[in-house]
């Protein structure tokens, strides 16, 4: 595609949920990086991948999140159990190798 | 959608005057700095980056100025436009070990005309 994109763009689910969120780079690309933007704040890291090998993971928050990039395209990040202070935008952004990093349109998730 | 940056900074300039966003970054072991600009419901974007072996860029209507001494970078807006309306982040990294960035507060920039 033109751009990164993600999906689901809003996700409202219950506490003690769990919740996937995807993203698809832009073709080609071979980082992808998994960000956490609350209201008002600028992202923040959570873990990145150079194709399928996840390369830094010191950002997620705790073991309820994980996130795997099976055949180096596609990846996926997972909250288990999630809870109210997982709310908040989702972003993925890909980049070529260790260049500017595109980011795309993010996951909005509400814990209610 | 989204409203990103309720209660940042904010700089509020008329069209057609320069703006200059200021930032600092904390790890004086960052060697990689970008700006992005975030449009309401809308992801970063990226605008200019730089290398810590200069100490300014330019592009189109933009410049980045980098003070490694005191860790300040700063970005120029050439004859502000209302597109130019959003908040901008600031962002380092380091290439000497794992490729994140670490984003800085926003700065909200509000073009009058």
């Known amino acids: 595609g033109a751009g990164v994109s993600q999906s689901p763009r809003y996700k409202v689910t219950k506490r003690g949920q769990d919740v996937a969120l995807r993203c698809d780079p832009i073709?080609?690309?071979?980082?992808l990086y998994w960000y956490r933007q609350a209201l008002g704040q600028g992202p923040e890291f959570l873990t990145y991948?150079?194709?399928?090998?996840?390369?830094?993971k010191s950002g997620l928050p705790n073991d309820r999140f994980s996130a795997e990039r099976p055949e180096g395209s596609i990846s996926t990040l997972t909250i288990q159990r999630t809870e109210q202070r997982d709310s908040a935008m989702y972003r993925c952004?890909?980049?070529?190798?260790?260049?500017?990093?595109?980011f795309g349109p993010g996951t909005r998730l509400t814990v209610l | 959608g989204e409203s990103v940056g309720l209660h940042l900074p904010t700089l509020s300039v008329q069209e057609g005057d320069n703006s200059i966003i200021n930032c600092a970054y904390s790890?004086?072991?960052?060697?990689?700095f970008i700006w992005y600009k975030q449009e309401s419901g809308k992801g970063p974007q990226f605008i200019i980056d730089?290398?810590?072996?200069?100490d300014k860029r330019q592009g189109q209507r933009v410049t980045v100025l980098l003070n490694k001494t005191v860790k300040h970078l700063s970005l120029q807006i050439a004859a502000t436009q209302p597109g130019d309306s959003a908040v901008y982040f600031c962002?380092?990294?380091?290439?000497?070990?794992?490729?994140?960035?670490?984003f800085g507060t926003g700065t909200r920039l509000q073009v009058f005309p």
């Open positions: 073709s080609g690309h071979v980082s």
């Open positions: 952004a890909s980049s070529l190798f260790n260049t500017e990093q595109f």
């Open positions: 962002a380092e990294g380091w290439s000497g070990g794992t490729d994140k960035l670490i």
């Open positions: 730089i290398r810590s072996n200069m």
């Open positions: 790890n004086s072991a960052s060697d990689y």
């Open positions: 991948f150079n194709y399928e090998a996840q390369q830094d």
